[in-house]
């Protein structure tokens, strides 16, 4: 395993050499402004945060204490910022910026802005895009403060084929699934696709990815199938799938079906325990190879009273 995060840490290395070439940070300056990338870095803080102190910043951007000294002195000669004894703690410094300040940010944030679009003015509608989405990605990955917010829609064209991918990619790594439960879930959304029976599709979109899928699918005359549920590792446990579960259930009461049923295993703790909750209980169990050795196949029904 060491060889492997060995490796890993190879990758981030290599990606952040690329990407500090393309934005072209390379050189002491950022932007042709006389500030360095890490100056820069002081007076963004110093403005997002509106007022701070020299100990804020240590601690936010994990910088040396004297090398931030060494800053703010300059920031001071400079006239870019204001220091004022703070009236909680009276050793300690309140930072603002100056007007002069406030008028250098305001050019830095405009030149960074100008050279983004540069870089995305080369691309394609769809590569930037796709672009962003992983930069999201990546953002959020590795900031545990990250943005879990989502929308919940209807399936798109061309995403019946993303959500099999993730069930297939998400149930071999998490359950030890086969290459025929694949071809399960792949058959299914072509039927689907293909016949178009009466029900619904709903992903949950986080800034441009699918992080979350759910769908009802009529079976025959007032009974309904609930499919294809599933919620991206990083998204579980914010309520998501509670959100779908309910999505899925209220488009069943206003199409007025008298009962829902759904397959799953038991080794999906916290769906069933989801399921439960909703309403449902389990109905039939048996054991099954079709996916692994000893895997215990459940249908779980509810009756509603619509």
Request: hydrophobic share 35%; glycine share 6%; aromatic share 10%.
């Amino acid at each position: 395993m060491e060889k492997e995060i060995a490796r890993r840490a190879l990758e981030v290395r290599n990606f952040n050499r690329f990407y500090t070439n393309i934005i072209g940070l390379m050189d002491k300056t950022i932007l042709d402004s006389p500030y360095s990338l890490a100056e820069a870095r002081v007076l963004l803080e110093i403005d997002n945060a509106s007022q701070c102190n020299a100990s804020d910043l240590t601690k936010f951007l994990q910088i040396d204490p004297g090398y931030l000294s060494r800053i703010l002195s300059k920031f001071t000669k400079d006239k870019l910022i204001i220091k004022v004894r703070s009236t909680v703690d009276g050793r300690a410094q309140v930072l603002t910026l100056s007007d002069k300040g406030q008028q250098v940010i305001n050019k830095l944030y405009d030149d960074s802005t100008i050279q983004a679009a540069k870089i995305l003015e080369k691309l394609t509608d769809e590569e930037q895009k796709e672009l962003i989405s992983h930069m999201v990605s990546v953002r959020n990955i590795l900031d545990k403060k990250q943005d879990k917010t989502y929308i919940i829609r209807s399936l798109k064209p061309g995403e019946a084929g993303y959500i099999a991918y993730r069930h297939c990619v998400l149930y071999e790594k998490e359950y030890g699934l086969s290459g025929t439960f694949e071809r399960y879930v792949m058959d299914a959304l072509t039927k689907y696709i293909d016949e178009k029976p009466e029900g619904e599709v709903w992903v949950a979109e986080n800034n441009g990815r699918i992080v979350g899928s759910i769908a009802i699918v009529s079976t025959e005359e007032g009974i309904a199938q609930l499919r294809w549920f599933l919620i991206e590792p990083e998204y579980r446990g914010v309520g998501l799938g509670r959100q779908l579960l309910a999505t899925a259930m209220e488009y069943c009461k206003r199409q007025k079906y008298k009962q829902v049923y759904l397959w799953t295993v038991q080794d999906l703790k916290a769906a069933r325990h989801l399921y439960k909750n909703f309403g449902f209980s389990v109905t039939e169990q048996s054991e099954s190879d079709t996916w692994k050795s000893g895997v215990i196949e459940e249908r779980w029904d509810m009756i509603l009273n619509n």
